[in-house]
Structures are given as structure tokens and as C-alpha cells.
């Protein structure tokens, strides 16, 4: 499946570590007019939908359904220390997302929107399957330090210190996100000069 590029709609993809702030600076590269399709929120609502629940209920037990609702934290635990678990729910859930993310940058591009931003963790990871990083006009990597964003992900997602690093060790690295982005944009600097970077870098782009 793949995404061909367009003329008056502007496709950017951001990337970036963990807690790095990758939902914010999406967020300001859309800007008012624009539109952001994130991919945890698109899991998310895969993940309730009757026919997965119920194989998630089968295959990690009743504890990883919680009522009408999975229980992303004992499925998070499960599938991140067992590499096959977390293969078979992938399977399950990625096709199910990229199929929502084509038809958001499709409808995106109907309706005119000026600018789609993809807040996809895995947006290089899966190219191969889904191509929607080379559909984007423009990738922009997210950096911040790693104390900083071990220190967002203890405070703001309850995690054990290290627990980021771990399941980072399951992406591609850093670096090499780094080294194919066309943009780099700090994150540990304050939202004044967030607001700022990702000005200066939508002038690049739009100048393109």
C-alpha cells in the first residue's frame, strides 16, 4: 500500500524518541487549519474494537480485558517482554491502522486541507509495508535529551525509570531517524522556542 504525493496538500512526518514531544510539535505543524493523524489514538480505538477484543481476551487472558474496555497496561506489559505476543498483535493491529491513516490523508487531500501531519511511532520501522514515509513531503525529527524524556515518561505515563529505553531498543535507532528527517527540531528548550523552531521549519517547507 502506498500514498502518492500531492501538489496541494503537504504530507510531513514527524519522528523522535520516545517522550521526546513528538504529539506537540505535530500539533503545531498542522497549525489551526491542518489536520494530525496519530497512530497510538488510531491503536487505540482498534484495540476496542468486538472482534480484536475478543482475540485479545483468547490469546493474553481475561486480565488483559478489563469490562467492554483492554487494559493497555497489562497488554503493554505482555507484548514488550514477549517478542512473539507483541509480533501476533502487531499482525492484528498495524493493518488496521495504516488502512485508517490512508483514508485520513485521502480525505485530508478532498477536502483541501493545507497540511496532514503523520505522528506515527513506527513511521520508518514499517515503510516497507505501509510507505507512507516516502508519501511525506518533509520528515521532521524531534530531538530531546534522554534524561529529559526519561524523566517526561516516568512523570507523565507512570513508567519505571529505564522502561523507555527498553522498548526503544525495539525501533530503529536514534540516529539513523535523525540522519533521514529534513528537519531537526529541539524539544527541551521550552514551548516559546518550540513555537519558534517549528515556525522557522514550516517556512523551509512551504518555501520548497
Request: with cysteine; net charge positive.
Amino acid at each position: 500500500m502506498s500514498l502518492p504525493r500531492s501538489p496541494h496538500t503537504l504530507v510531513l512526518g514527524v519522528l523522535g524518541g520516545i517522550a521526546s514531544g513528538k504529539s506537540e510539535v505535530a500539533r503545531l505543524l498542522a497549525g489551526p487549519q491542518g489536520r494530525v493523524l496519530d497512530a497510538d489514538r488510531l491503536a487505540h480505538e482498534v484495540l476496542e474494537e468486538p472482534e480484536l477484543r475478543a482475540w485479545i481476551a483468547a490469546r493474553f487472558g481475561p486480565a488483559a480485558v478489563a469490562g467492554e474496555r483492554v487494559d493497555r497496561a497489562v497488554l503493554a506489559a505482555r507484548v514488550f517482554s514477549e517478542p512473539a505476543a507483541r509480533r501476533e498483535l502487531e499482525a492484528r493491529v498495524h493493518p488496521r491502522v495504516r488502512s485508517r491513516i490512508c483514508s485520513g490523508v485521502e480525505e485530508a487531500r478532498a477536502a483541501g486541507v493545507p497540511r496532514v501531519v503523520l505522528d506515527v511511532p513506527l513511521l520508518l520501522e514499517n515503510d516497507a509495508e505501509h510507505g507512507l514515509a516516502r508519501a511525506c513531503d518533509a520528515l521532521v525529527f524531534v530531538d530531546a535529551d534522554a534524561k529529559v524524556r526519561d524523566q517526561r515518561a516516568v512523570a507523565r505515563r507512570g513508567w519505571a525509570s529505564g522502561e523507555l529505553a527498553r522498548r526503544e531498543a525495539l525501533q530503529l535507532p536514534l540516529a539513523h531517524k535523525r540522519d533521514r528527517a529534513d528537519f531537526v527540531i529541539r524539544n527541551d528548550l521550552g514551548l516559546d522556542e518550540l513555537r519558534a523552531a517549528v515556525g522557522r521549519v514550516l517556512a523551509q517547507i512551504e518555501a520548497r
